[in-house]
């Protein structure tokens, strides 16, 4: 049978698609997933993915990109490690770290930062599979890779990620192999880097700008390198393309030219080169950079005809060089770096000549003076890209670019820096002008000039001319001719290259011949004329650079080819004047054979050469043996040749000097003229133009120099010059800055002689030393001020020599020498350059030799502890002691314990106090930091035991050095000096610190434990260390990816345990000195033990109970300790700390403890449940208080309150209700804070006592006593009451706050302001409209929710105006994944104990609490309406039931209503907008209590109009029509019929013989109505206009008709005093209707809402307006069950729509016509008790109920709040609300309806939303879709299963984009 295989090769691999899993024993697997495999079987791998290696599962081998990888290990610890440079795997890493944090800046709609770092992941992906391809060259490479380095970084910076770390190669570096102060140098680097690198990023130009700067900075010259790609130009003829740089300020070329030869047929000559024509223009330097301007141009020279007209009939001349025209282009931006684009090809437009005399120097300048040229689409292509280095520089690090093929046009001149190996004997020679007589001519000559070299013999020199880069050299050069022009301006330079040995015998010759265009003639044209000028002078120099003008002579044409002939001649004018003839007189001299023309050309030289020299003194010195008398001149002249002379000479010149001096060695003559020489020449090289010269200085003493005796001389003179320093201070301070050279001179000398001679005289060299380290010590010993300088310099350049003495002086004596040196520095002064001078000596060889460093260490120590202590020159100080303990931690330098111990002996302590006093702001800090880091990691643990040891018998000074270390370590863990993304920096100093911190703790216990010893501060101290230690931010593992944690895990360990167990067992150390530490201890314990690490919290919550243990053992209680945690308790958990795991730790644990204890039993377990509870509650508050909902915030915060109010910690309390006030005035909540603060003010008292530090816990108040800040936080809470417009509370703060005033603290200013603030209140109270805010009942069931609501129900004050359904949308937001319930009833517990989240909402009524000094009384209602709905605890909600069968002919007499009565724990308003509900009652009304109660609110609400009209004969008349119209109308005459046929009947009567009374007293109220309507209409008839009055009389008709019927039937009742009702201030009840109905108090108000109160919220007490009464129900009706009402809401509201449509109409008829009419009504299929459950239909104008009797029948009408939302609201729509502002109450007319007319059916209002009904669906199917069961598992076997199916293939090739995507692959 065929099994898994163990896999060999295939080890590794990447998945390429994804891959779902199908079954149990398979692996998922997403596209980028790594995989270790372990098994194959056709097709199929086994493995894991290497991000999660406990999961193994098989997958299809065809998903699976394979890698090569190195296999570690085998069997169980197999390990891969893929084959990749470590660089590609950091990418691979950070592009995974980065991702998830991509995938969340996507999630938190972070567009800028998304797009920021896509941008960094794609460049990084790019570039990662551009160095895996292998194809790079070495140079590219390396580029990529700083590119990849360097974006990484950027990178994490950007995402504040960790610092990365990297040697020079960018490896990552290695905190255990590297020194603390080489990882804080690193990290600094890196710091400056980034920010660099952050900076480029921001701005593009910049970019360009820091990378060329950071590029060209490392190098002094720098190459533009040009391609040239077309020349597109119609020519006709072979051409010359010459281009080079110019500088158009100084009109002059600045470069050679590099000449392509283009062909007539328009391709390069040299078909090879077609795409290869590339020039490197080198060696530009910074002073190029500041030109003004650089252009680049071409000159295009024709070679052919004469003129381009000429037709080809005539024989014509060929060869000819004639000016075609320029391209001209200004490079400055490239030059300087401002455009850098390699592959951009730039246009150079071309400008042909005007004119055959247009000379092209001429156009040039034209062209650029112009501002654009018409070139008619002639021009050249070109690219152009800045390359930094020299020629030797660029060819290696741009390989691709410029090879040995490329042309190189040199500068013109020397480059700035001349670099050694540079060998040149160029000379440039510019033809620049001439002027030629026309002769025997017509016209003006054709002048061509050749140039060409001829030695003295006559010989020509074969290809010396070099027209330009890119071409051979030539023999001949011929000029460009200018048609018949007689001053020719020609300006072409060559470049003529001589072998040196030539040139002395070489000179360069120029004929002028004229040249016809027809051949024939121009064959017969000889030369004309002949100039010459010679390369050397009659002095041995070279032609001086400059202009010459040349002497033109004539004569035969074979005499001028004869060099013997003129040669002796005069050259130049300048020449002739010197040889005394006189250029004046006769135009024509006889010089023998030649005659001087009078014809003038001028030429123009520049000599670059190494070997040729133009200086005189300099030649005079090279050959100083030729004249010896001139020698002492000629070593003075030498200081001042020019250094580009002397150095070209370097090595001749030193040769020359030593041969001086050797060949002089008996006397001393030219000793100091030499050693001065040499001191001039060694500072020449010193300077950056010669810089380079140096390792040529070098290799000149190590191969070239010979003299063994010159350590004699130059020992000597220097000795000399030392001793009379004050004389020879300028001469020895340049001395001094060449020591270094001087004695690597001195000590060769001495090594030369030591191989010749054996060692002879090594006595008296060592004596020359130390004689003149003597001669030092004296000088700096001297109190001379003129010797300042050069004692600067002698510190400075001194240390530069030990590396070479050394070599043949004994080390150890020159470290004592140098000791005696550094202390004769005078005190106080140089102090830098002292300590400069000790650096130095630190970077020496010397100081890496134990001897030596047994010597110059203790000098080094006590100089820094000199200057530290005195705050000296800290910086250097610094680097002092770094560099010192660099050193001390290399491997390669000998043993080092006894230095580590002087410096921690000595410095230590210091260090210490120079860390302490130096502040967070200073640049230093972090290198001190570091230092001191640095000497703790080099310490052993005897060195720990040593430094106790030498503090000696005094104990003080050991308590003073702990305790300063103890401080400052907590100082700098608390406020840690490095920038928390330097991880590995902080990580060290935490490893190195905590080890110190153990060793210092063995001292403690060793020391200070004992009885005797013992030392509360410093063990105080230790412990407040070790916890900050613990807790500091950079140890909090959890807070940190899963990478960093495990990398940070790997190489450090949780060291919070390492330290945390070392705490408790310091603790359990201390036995009886415990108490001492209780109650301080118990906060820094408690920080600790909230660390989230399970191990580490079981060790140490224990010391809580040892702590109550200890505190009960001497005070038998732990009163101190329970106070102490409670107040830290709740400033860690608010600060982020503790979750639940703590609180069931700290509970288990601790009861454990206390059970078994036995005196703790109880009193613990008690502490123990008081801090769990507390635990609940703040780790509650802490979840909330980052909610977006501030109201979930308040209640947790008042959750937190009330339990400290409960556990009597005031100050814990105040604290809170003062975040509970500012989350209220955030929300503008200024009611609900006013309670807030009265809470703290009611804990004060007036009175004199002092105000206790936790009473004024706000800065805002300046109170001494109580009684202040009693009246300051009254003043502000009627402040807070008068935003609110609760000016009734404010009014009775303001009674007690004037009591105060006027009888207690006689302030008479203030209480006549605040008599002043009450009046505007009780204006404020009759004049101002206060909306009124509705009520909601919030039920939260599920599990979902936190623990302070679940299961709960409160009643939440809405916002003004606000309707149901916004605060239900603001409850929603809150609770976006919550369900919202569609029934009122209370669920199941199945809901209650679900894991999901439930709201239940609906609107309930307050019920009016009356204060007892308004009952009975007439009060005015804007007085009333304040208590409807302010002062509230109970709420009503109202729902019907039916009860028994369903009567068709009697819908009310089986409708009961269900009313439940909530009652909250504290009243609305409060501290809060809502409070939850403490206790529900539910009560049944009968149909017949529901009738009462529904007609005793008609005749109130009638009542209450009458009432207004009568105070207030400016009221509008229309409410009152309508209300009146409403109740007259014969329709339905006067509403009570239903009542009549429901109630009123035989059969009712014997069925309910106990309703007796209440049937009478329903009859009684429906004949009190008679009166109420008598007094209205009146009212209405003396109030009503012209244009109504026919409406009244309509009413009058109605009414009478109704009072009949009703006398007749019940009564007649009369108001007893007419007049009485105009009586505002009567002393009868306001409502007549009191006298037999219920007290307001008791009676249950008839409220049929099934799921809303509207949202303009009806007041509920007797008498009120707020009520309006239903229309009565028509004579067919039939009642569907609650559950079939539920069901049918939907189609209901189909119909609705349609009702809608016309209800508009009607409303206009209405509106025109106010008329009576006869009302049809539909049939409708429910009974409407309210309309909230009312869906279909149309409500009657609330004012037209009656309650009628007839037979034995009883319907129910009951009043309901308009506006609800689940049935049609009343007729009016909402616009109509109008009314109730103006009549200035709080009067209703949503519900005033108008009669119906007959033909119309009556209007539908328009809905708000759909009908809420559903909020009665007590069973509705909550279906939620089905998920299909899981399929039924696999088998399972030990071994991996065999597939049982064959692979899938793999997904379609997808376009990268799509494989992205593609988040599956479809089985």
């Given at each position: ?17 994804n891959?779902?899993?199908r079954?149990?024993?398979?692996l998922?697997?997403q ?17 894991y ?6 999961k193994?599962?098989i ?13 570690e ?10 084959n ?10 950070i ?8 995938r ?6 972070k ?5 920021t770092v ?7 992906i790019?570039?990662?599979s ?8 070495q ?13 990484i970084?950027?990178?994490n ?7 990365v ?13 590297t020194s ?19 900076q480029?990023?921001?701005s593009q ?8 700067q ?7 010259s ?10 597109v130009c119609?020519?006709?003829?072979d ?5 080079s740089l ?8 600045i470069?050679?030219?590099y000449?392509?030869?283009w ?9 090879d ?7 490197v ?6 002073k ?12 295009i020279?024709r ?12 024989k ?16 400055s931006d ?13 246009f ?10 247009d000379f ?5 300048n034209?062209?650029i003076?112009?501002k ?7 021009g050249l292509?070109v ?14 690090d ?10 190189v046009?040199?500068k ?9 190996g540079d ?14 007589e026309?002769?025997s ?25 070099f ?6 050299g ?9 048609y018949q ?9 060559v ?7 030539d040139?002395n015998?070489s ?12 051949d024939s ?5 000889k ?7 010679k ?8 032609l ?11 004569a ?18 300048l ?11 006769k135009s024509?001299?006889?010089l023998?054979?030649c005659?001087?023309?009078r ?11 190494t ?15 030729s004249?010896?008398?001139l ?19 370097l ?21 100091t003229?030499v ?6 020449i ?13 390792p ?6 190590r191969k070239?120099f ?20 004050e004389?020879l ?9 060449a020591?270094e ?6 000590v060769?000398?001495?090594v ?7 060692n002879?005289g090594?006595?008296?060299?060592m004596?020359s030393?130390?004689d ?10 001297s ?6 300088m050069?004692?600067?310099a ?7 020599i030990?590396?070479d ?6 080390p150890k ?9 550094i ?10 350059q ?10 020496s ?6 001897d030596?460093r ?13 200057h530290?202590?005195?705050q ?11 560099n ?7 491997k390669?330098?000998?043993?080092t ?7 921690m ?7 210490n106090?120079t860390?302490i ?6 640049e230093l ?12 990691r080099?310490?052993?643990d005897?060195h ?5 040891n ?6 003080s000074?050991?308590v003073?050095f702990?305790?300063?270390?103890f401080i400052?370590?907590?100082d ?22 905590l ?9 403690l ?16 101290n ?8 613990l807790t ?21 360990q ?5 330290i945390?167990f070392?705490i408790?067992?310091m603790?359990?150390n201390?036995g009886p ?8 201890m ?13 191990e580490?919290r079981?060790?140490t919550?224990?010391?809580?109970f040892?702590?109550?243990?200890c505190?009960?053992h001497?005070t ?5 300790f ?7 308790l709740d400033?860690?958990v608010?600060?982020?700390r503790g979750?639940e795991?703590?609180?069931v730790?700290?509970d288990?644990?601790l ?10 039993a ?19 508050y ?7 909902s501030?109201?979930?915030r308040?209640?947790?915060?008042v ?16 604290r ?24 703290h ?9 002092a ?27 009627i402040?807070?009451f ?23 603290m006689?302030?008479?200013?203030q ?6 603030k ?5 204006e ?13 009942a ?9 623990s302070?609501m679940r ?5 939440y ?9 916004d ?5 929603l937001?809150?609770?976006?994944n ?5 029934t ?6 199945d809901?209650?104990n ?14 009016l ?8 009384k ?23 039931i039916?009860k ?5 002919d ?14 909250i724990?504290?009243?609305?308003p409060?501290?809060l907008?809502w ?7 539910m ?6 209590e ?7 609110l008609?005749n109130?609400?009638?009542n209450?109009?009458?009432?207004r009209?009568l ?17 007259v109308?014969?329709a ?12 009123f009947?035989g ?12 049937i009478?007293k ?6 009190w ?6 007094e209205?209409i ?11 009055r026919?409406?009244?009389?309509r009413?009058?008709a ?25 009586e505002?201030?009567g002393?009868r009840?306001r409502?007549?209707?009191?006298s ?13 809402s099934?799921?809303?109160?509207s949202?303009?919220n ?5 008498g009120s307006?707020?009520?309006a009464?239903e229309?009565?129900?028509?004579k ?25 449509k016309?209800n ?7 509106d ?9 009504l539909?049939?409708?299929?429910a ?8 869906p ?18 009883r319907?129910s009408?009951?009043p309901s ?9 009343p ?7 109008a009314f ?21 059916p009556?209007p539908?209002p ?17 279906t939620t879709?089905?998920t299909?069961?899981?399929?039924p598992?696999h088998?399972?076997?030990l ?16 376009t990268?984009?799509?494989t ?8």
């Amino acid at each position: 049978m065929t099994r898994w295989v163990p896999t060999k090769k295939e080890k590794y691999g990447v998945a390429i698609y994804n891959y779902d899993a199908r079954g149990e024993e398979e692996l998922s697997l997403q596209i980028g997933d790594t995989a270790h495999i372990l098994e194959t079987y056709e097709g199929w791998y086994r493995g894991y993915r290497i991000r999660r290696k406990s999961k193994k599962g098989i997958f299809p081998a065809c998903y699976i990109h394979l890698k090569d990888a190195t296999v570690e290990g085998n069997g169980q610890k197999e390990t891969v490690i893929p084959n990749e440079l470590p660089l590609v795997q950091e990418v691979t890493t950070i592009l995974r770290e980065w991702a998830s944090i991509w995938r969340e800046l996507y999630v938190g709609d972070k567009r800028e930062m998304f797009n920021t770092v896509r941008d960094l992941i794609y460049d990084l992906i790019e570039w990662r599979s551009q160095i895996l391809s292998g194809t790079l060259p070495q140079d590219e490479l390396q580029e990529l890779k700083q590119k990849v380095t360097s974006k990484i970084d950027y990178g994490n910076k950007y995402l504040d990620l960790d610092l990365v770390v990297r040697d020079e190669d960018g490896n990552i570096l290695d905190p255990e192999q590297t020194s603390t102060i080489s990882l804080f140098l690193a990290h600094e680097t890196a710091s400056k880097q980034i920010e660099e690198r952050i900076q480029e990023e921001q701005s593009q130009k910049q970019n360009i700008d820091l990378n060329r700067q950071a590029k060209f900075a490392s190098t002094p010259s720098f190459a533009l390198f040009v391609t040239l790609k077309n020349v597109v130009c119609k020519i006709g003829e072979d051409a010359e393309v010459l281009m080079s740089l110019y500088d158009p300020v100084e009109s002059k070329f600045i470069s050679e030219n590099y000449l392509v030869r283009w062909s007539s047929s328009g391709l390069p000559k040299d078909i090879d080169r077609l795409n290869n024509l590339r020039a490197v223009f080198t060696d530009l330097g910074s002073k190029d950079l500041k030109r003004e301007k650089i252009s680049f141009v071409c000159q295009i020279v024709r070679v052919g005809r004469m003129e381009l007209r000429d037709n080809n009939t005539r024989k014509l001349t060929f060869g000819l060089r004639r000016p075609f025209g320029v391209a001209v282009m200004d490079v400055s931006d490239i030059i300087t770096g401002k455009v850098d684009d390699e592959d951009k090809q730039h246009f150079i437009p071309f400008q042909p000549v005007a004119g055959e005399s247009d000379f092209l120097q001429t156009v040039i300048n034209k062209v650029i003076a112009a501002k654009e040229v018409n070139h008619k689409g002639q021009g050249l292509w070109v690219t152009l890209k800045l390359l930094p280095g020299d020629i030797h520089q660029i060819r290696k690090d741009f390989p691709h670019l410029v090879d040995r093929s490329t042309a190189v046009p040199r500068k013109m001149g020397f480059p700035e820096i001349i670099m050694p190996g540079d060998v040149r004997n160029d000379i440039y020679v510019t033809l620049v002008q001439g002027d030629f007589e026309k002769g025997s001519k017509t016209t003006q000559k054709n002048v061509e000039v050749t140039m060409s070299v001829y030695d003295e013999d006559g010989k020509r020199l074969e290809n010396v001319i070099f027209p330009g880069a890119g071409d051979e050299g030539i023999s001949e050069y011929k000029s460009v001719i200018y048609y018949q022009v007689k001053q020719p301006r020609w300006f072409e330079t060559v470049k003529v290259a001589i072998p040196i040995e030539d040139v002395n015998r070489s000179h360069l010759r120029f004929t002028f011949r004229h040249r016809s265009s027809q051949d024939s003639k121009d064959k017969s044209e000889k030369i004309f004329a002949l100039a010459f000028v010679k390369l050397m002078r009659y002095d041995g120099t070279t032609l001086r650079d400059g202009e010459h003008d040349l002497i033109v002579y004539k004569a035969e044409t074979k005499k001028l080819e004869d060099s013997s002939i003129y040669l002796n001649l005069p050259a130049t004018k300048l020449e002739l004047e010197e040889k005394g003839y006189a250029s004046t007189g006769k135009s024509m001299q006889n010089l023998g054979s030649c005659t001087i023309s009078r014809d003038s050309f001028q030429i123009s030289t520049l000599v670059c050469s190494t070997k040729l020299t133009q200086n005189v003194d300099l030649l005079g010195l090279l050959k100083w043996r030729s004249n010896t008398s001139l020698l002492q001149q000629n070593l003075r002249q030498l200081m001042k040749v020019d250094g580009g002379e002397v150095v070209k000479f370097l090595q001749d010149t030193l040769d020359a000097l030593f041969n001086i001096m050797m060949e002089n060695s008996d006397s001393d003559t030219f000793d100091t003229l030499v050693f001065d020489a040499l001191v001039f020449i060694i500072g020449l090289i010193a300077d950056r133009k010669f810089q380079h010269f140096n390792p040529v200085l070098e290799t000149y003493i190590r191969k070239h120099f010979s003299a063994t005796l010159a350590y004699t001389k130059l020992t000597t003179v220097l000795k000399n010059y030392v001793d009379n320093a004050e004389k020879l201070t300028e001469q020895l301070f340049r001395a001094m800055k060449a020591l270094e050279y001087i004695f690597k001179f001195i000590v060769r000398s001495r090594v030369l002689f030591n191989q010749l001679y054996e060692n002879k005289g090594e006595v008296d060299f060592m004596e020359s030393l130390r004689d003149l380290f003597k001669s030092f010590n004296d000088m700096m010993n001297s109190n001379s001020e003129n010797t300042v300088m050069v004692k600067g310099a002698a510190l400075k350049y001194l240390p530069t020599i030990v590396n070479d003495v050394k070599l043949v002086f004994d080390p150890k004596e020159l470290s004592k020498l140098f000791t005696e040196f550094i202390l004769k520095v005078p005190q106080g002064r140089l102090l830098r350059q002292k300590l400069h001078c000790l650096i130095d000596i630190v970077h020496s060889d010397l100081f890496t030799q134990h001897d030596c460093r047994d010597i110059l260490l203790p000098l080094m120590t006590e100089q820094l502890k000199l200057h530290l202590e005195n705050q000296e020159e800290l910086e250097a100080c610094c680097q002092l002691l770094s560099n010192i303990l660099e050193v001390l931690y290399r491997k390669d330098v000998g043993p080092t314990q006894r230095h580590v111990q002087i410096i921690m002996e000595k410095l230590l302590r210091t260090v210490n106090r120079t860390v302490i006093s130096m502040g967070r702001d200073s640049e230093l800090i972090g290198s001190f930091v570091a230092s001191m880091t640095a000497i703790l990691r080099q310490m052993e643990d005897y060195h720990y035991a040593h430094l106790i040891n030498t503090f000696g018998k005094m104990r003080s000074d050991v308590v003073d050095f702990l305790m300063e270390t103890f401080i400052m370590f907590k100082d700098l863990i608390g406020k840690n000096v490095y920038p928390a993304d330097w991880v590995i920096m902080n990580m060290m100093q935490n490893k190195v610190f905590l080890r110190a911190i153990n060793q210092y703790a063995a001292v403690l216990n060793k020391k200070f434990l004992d009885q005797t010893n013992f030392e509360l501060q410093l063990w105080n101290n230790y412990f407040h260390l070790a916890v900050a230690f613990l807790t500091q931010e950079s140890l909090q593992l959890e807070n940190f990816s899963s990478d960093k944690r495990a990398k940070i895990f790997q190489k450090y360990q949780d060291m919070r345990r390492t330290i945390g167990f070392e705490i408790r067992d310091m603790w359990y150390n201390l036995g009886p000195h415990k108490i001492k530490l209780i109650p301080e201890m118990v906060g820094p314990m408690l920080e600790m033990t909230l660390v989230p690490e399970i191990e580490l919290r079981k060790a140490t919550i224990p010391i809580f109970f040892d702590m109550m243990q200890c505190e009960f053992h001497y005070t038998r209680s732990f009163q101190r300790f329970e106070n102490e945690i409670i107040t830290k308790l709740d400033h860690e958990v608010e600060g982020g700390r503790g979750d639940e795991q703590y609180k069931v730790l700290f509970d288990k644990i601790l009861l454990e403890h206390c059970r078994k204890h036995k005196y703790l039993a109880k009193s613990g377990e008690n502490f123990v449940t008081l801090v769990v509870r507390l635990m609940e509650r703040l780790l509650d508050y802490r979840t909330i208080m980052h909610d977006e909902s501030k109201e979930n915030r308040m209640s947790c915060t008042v959750n937190v309150l009330n339990f400290y109010k409960e556990i009597e910690r005031e100050e814990m309390y105040i604290r809170y209700l003062y975040k509970l006030c500012d989350l209220h005035k955030e929300c503008d909540n200024y009611t609900e804070a006013a309670y807030t603060l009265l809470l703290h003010a009611k804990l004060l008292k007036w009175s004199e006592e002092a105000c206790a530090a936790h009473l004024t816990q706000r800065d805002g108040y300046q109170a001494c006593t109580q009684g202040q800040l009693k009246d300051q936080l009254y003043q502000e809470i009627i402040n807070y009451f008068d935003k609110g417009k609760m000016w009734e509370e404010a009014i009775s703060l303001g009674k007690e706050l004037t009591e105060q005033y006027e009888n207690e603290m006689f302030d008479y200013e203030q209480l006549s302001d605040l008599l002043r603030k009450q009046a505007h209140f009780y204006e404020s109270i009759v004049k101002v409209i206060r909306p009124k805010p509705d009520y909601f009942a919030v039920g939260y069931y599920g599990q979902g929710f936190p623990s302070f609501m679940r299961n709960k129900i409160f009643i939440y004050r809405g916002k003004e105006y606000e309707r149901r359904e916004d605060f239900e949308a603001r409850l929603l937001t809150q609770f976006p994944n919550a369900d919202k319930m569609k029934t009122t009833t209370s669920p199941g517990d199945d809901i209650k104990n679900s894991p999901g989240q439930y709201i239940q909402c609906f609107t309930v009524k307050p019920i009016l609490e009356l204060p007892p000094k308004f009952q009975s009384k007439p009060v005015s209602e804007q007085i009333l309406s304040f208590y409807t709905i302010n002062e509230v605890q109970k709420f009503q909600y109202s729902r019907p039931i039916r009860k028994g069968e369903k009567d068709p002919d009697n819908e009310f007499s089986n409708m009961w209503i269900e009313r439940t009565t909530y009652v909250i724990a504290y009243k609305l308003p409060g501290i809060l907008r809502w409070f939850e509900v403490v206790s529900v009652s539910m009560v049944e009304i009968s149909p017949l209590e529901n009738a009462i109660e529904t007609m005793q609110l008609t005749n109130e609400k009638i009542n209450n109009v009458v009432q207004r009209h009568l105070n207030d004969p400016n009221l509008p008349i229309n409410p009152l029509s309508m209300l009146l119209n409403g109740i007259v109308d014969p329709a339905v005459m006067g509403g009570f019929t239903n009542y009549e046929k429901a109630f009123f009947t035989g059969k009712y009567m014997q069925e309910h013989p106990e309703d007796q009374d209440k049937i009478e007293k329903l009859k009684d109220l429906i004949a009190w109505q008679i009166p109420f309507l008598a007094e209205g209409i009146r009212i209405h008839g003396e109030k009503v206009t012209e244009a109504l009055r026919p409406f009244h009389e309509r009413l009058e008709a109605c009414f009478k008709q109704l009072r009949e019927k009703v006398e007749k039937q019940y009564g007649v009742k009369a108001l007893q005093q007419p007049s009485a009702v105009d009586e505002r201030r009567g002393c009868r009840p306001r409502s007549m209707v009191r006298s037999f109905t219920m007290p307001s108090s008791q009676r249950p108000l008839s409220v049929a809402s099934v799921s809303s109160i509207s949202s303009d919220n009806s007041p509920s007490r007797p008498g009120s307006d707020g009520f309006a009464l239903e229309p009565l129900l028509p004579k067919k009706q039939h009642f569907k069950s609650q559950d079939k009402l539920d069901k049918d809401d939907l189609d209901k509201e189909k119909k609705d729509k349609k009702k809608e449509k016309r209800n508009s109409k009607h409303q206009e008829v209405f509106d025109k016509e106010f008329k009576a009419a006869e009302i049809s009504l539909q049939p409708t299929e429910a009974v409407i008790l309210s309309e909230t459950i009312s869906p279909l239909r149309p409500q009657r104008p609330k004012s037209q109920v009656l309650s009628v009797m007839t037979g034995d029948r009883r319907f129910s009408v009951s009043p309901s709040p308009p506006s609800a939302t689940s049935g049609p609201p009343p007729i009016t729509s909402r616009a109509r609300m109008a009314f109730s502002l103006q009549i200035g109450s709080s009067m209703e007319l949503n519900g005033m309806g108008c009669p119906e007319r007959t033909d119309i059916p009556p209007p539908l209002p328009i809905k708000s939303n759909t009908g809420d009904y559903g909020n009665l669906m007590d069973n509705q199917d909550l279906t939620t879709p089905a998920t299909p069961p899981p399929p039924p598992p696999h088998q399972r076997h030990l071994p991996p299963p065999l597939p049982s199916k064959t692979p899938p293939p793999p997904p379609p090739k997808a376009t990268r984009k799509q494989t992205l995507i593609d988040s599956g692959i479809v089985q």
